[in-house]
Structures are given as C-alpha cells and as structure tokens.
C-alpha cells in the first residue's frame, strides 16, 4: 500500500456528487432563502431524531439560545453546562442574561457528570445543557432523573444510542449543529427540536419577524436557507453510511494501538459512539511539563494534523478552581483525524504515525 506524504487535515467535510445536485436544484428553482427545502429538512430531522418537530435556525449557537430563551430562562436563573466545552454554550446563557453555573466532567468519558451535576443544583436552576461530546452519549439516564429540563446539545452525536433511545430524545429541548466539519454538514445552520408543540411554535417564533400578530423585540432573521438544507437533507439521506465509515475507520485505530501506552475511547455499557472525534488520552511521564504539544508537534511532522478537542475550558476563562478531570482532559486529550472522506492510505498513515508515537517509550 502506498503511504501518502502529504499532510492529513484534522478534519475535512465529505462532500458528495448528490449533495451538490441538490444544491444545483435549489439554485435552478430560483426559491434560495427559507422554504420548502427547509421545512422538508426539518421534517427530516425530527423523523430521525425520533421526536414531534424541528426548527431551523442558521446557527448551532443560535440554537442554543433560541433554546434558552424558548424555557423562558433569563435574569436570575441559572444554567448548568460542563467545563470542558467549547465556548457557545456559555456564550448563549450570557446573551440570555442567565447564570452560568459550570460542572466537572466525568473523567473516563469526557461528559457532564451526572452526580457533580445533582450537587450544583440550586433553587435557581431552570435547566442543563447536555453536550453529548466527541460522538458518545451523555449518561442521559442519570442526568434525567434529576428533575431539572435537559438541553441536549447532538452537534457531535447524532445518530447515538443510550439505553436503546436515540440522543436527542430525551431532552426538553435538543440542539443540532450542521457546521461544515460536523456529522451532518451543511456549511453553516443549526436546529431546535422538540416534542412539545408550544415549545417549537416559540421557537418558530424567534427565527423570523414578518407576518408576525404582535411586535417580539426577542424575534430576529435566524431564518436557514433553502440551500443550506438542500445540503442537510442530501447529508441525512446518507448519515448511517456516513456514521458506519467513521466506526469502522474507529476500529482500525483501535486495532493498531492495542497494546500501545495510549488511552483509548471509553464506551460504556448501554452506549454507543459514532466517533465524531477519535479522542486519545496520552500518558504523562513529565508532571508539570507541556506532553501534549510536543506530541501534537510530532505528529504534525509525520504529516498527521491532531488537534486538542476543546481548546480551553471555561473554568480557566473565568479564572475557577475545582475541575480536576477537565484540566486532566485539557492536558492529555487530543483528536486525531477521523471523517468519512479519509482514504484508505491516509487511514494506513495515521495508524503507522500513531503507533511510532505511543510505542516510542
């Protein structure tokens, strides 16, 4: 087999002739902003999913304040989401006014604890945002016994299973992303789904301002264009095929590092992972020193782009003490190429570039 020399991207999108049909008709019909596409899209989502209806928006940001606020959630309520996220999660409480009252994750699988999630828990707090990261579920069953409503945030997780439900079922609310590296890329776009029909009309609500009863200073443009779900229900019709071209790429990693000082993937019992991110821990032999870039250094000079899965935490942002597992994750996580379009010699170069590196000691 011939390994390329080229430099792997950590993340590239899988475009397909069908996606760019569908953009093409789109385009021919000369409807390009919010219609029938969309709704069609919509539609789609929330059949997959497995609830009621969805809402398009043309962010996943957006959605999760659309989400926020649709709960009524602003001044004096609090929000509980992990540390160990990206920053649009908090950033969508603040735009809402709310609290942002920050939890440590579950060490072994990088989600929200469930049990440091019951202790924060005040007479204040109106919900809890669920990132499902890297492509594993949540412990959505712990989390729902709670008694507080869930956000579920699938930007990295559709198509996952906990307990025989899919992701996104659970939840009071869900947000979906479509932004050009998620699993379901449409470029740009996000959605809110529900199966409270009240909830999806005020979400509908704030999407768009004409033709309203009654003046909303809350309602903007969040409107998705028709050629954004063109490409969003091109990428549906597809995901299972999408999804099993990542497991599988997933068990070929596995497999060349059995064996290796790497920490791989936890999947626990009841769960399943679509690998949206094939997230390693590697061993730190150096307290106090910085392992994580000079591996990722290495590795880039292998031709192998790996990058660390959340950047910063936003405990740090903030200048908080008290998340021993989201600063552990920060120091020893990174993400190393793992997307439909990987070729079979580019997969063989990754898999020889990891096992140099974590047999090395």
């Known amino acids: 087999m011939t390994i390329t020399t080229t430099m792997i991207p950590h993340s590239r999108p899988s475009i397909e002739p069908e996606d760019i049909r569908a953009v093409t008709a789109v385009l021919q019909s000369g409807h390009l902003a919010q219609g029938a596409v969309v709704e069609q899209f919509e539609r789609g989502m929330a059949a997959y999913v497995g609830v009621a209806g969805g809402v398009a928006v043309n962010s996943g940001t957006m959605a999760l304040e659309v989400a926020l606020r649709v709960l009524d959630i602003g001044p004096g309520d609090e929000v509980l989401l992990p540390s160990y996220v990206c920053a649009a999660p908090w950033q969508a409480v603040q735009r809402v006014g709310a609290q942002a009252r920050l939890v440590d994750i579950d060490p072994e699988t990088f989600q929200i604890d469930a049990a440091l999630a019951r202790a924060a828990i005040t007479s204040k707090t109106r919900a809890i945002i669920v990132p499902h990261l890297f492509g ?155 392992e994580l870039s000079e591996c990722l250094g290495r590795l880039e000079r292998q031709g192998v782009q790996c990058r660390k899965p959340v950047f910063r935490s936003l405990h740090r942002y903030l200048g908080l003490d008290g998340f021993p597992a989201s600063e552990a994750a920060e120091e020893e996580a990174l993400s190393v190429p793992l997307y439909p379009d990987l070729t079979g010699e580019e997969a063989a170069q990754v898999c020889m570039v990891m096992r140099d590196e974590w047999r090395r000691e």
Request: aromatic share 4%; glycine share 10%.
């Open 136 to 290: 594993l579920p949540a412990d959505l069953t712990a989390l729902a016994q709670l008694g507080v409503p869930l956000i579920e945030d699938c930007a990295q997780t559709l198509g996952a299973m906990e307990q025989g439900r899919s992701v996104g079922s659970v939840g009071v609310l869900t947000v979906c992303s479509f932004y050009a590296n998620k699993l379901l890329c449409a470029g740009e776009g996000g959605m809110v789904l529900s199966n409270d029909p009240v909830l999806l009309e005020r979400a509908r609500a704030l999407r768009e301002y004409d033709g309203a009863p009654s003046l909303n200073p809350q309602a903007t443009n969040l409107k998705m264009t028709d050629l954004q779900a063109a490409v969003g229900l091109a990428q549906l019709n597809r995901l299972p095929e999408l999804l099993a071209r990542r497991v599988s790429l997933a068990q070929s990693y596995r497999e060349a590092l059995a064996g290796s000082s790497a920490i791989l993937p936890v999947v626990p019992g009841g769960r399943s992972h679509v690998y949206y991110r094939f997230v390693v821990r590697i061993s730190k032999t150096r307290p106090g020193s910085d």
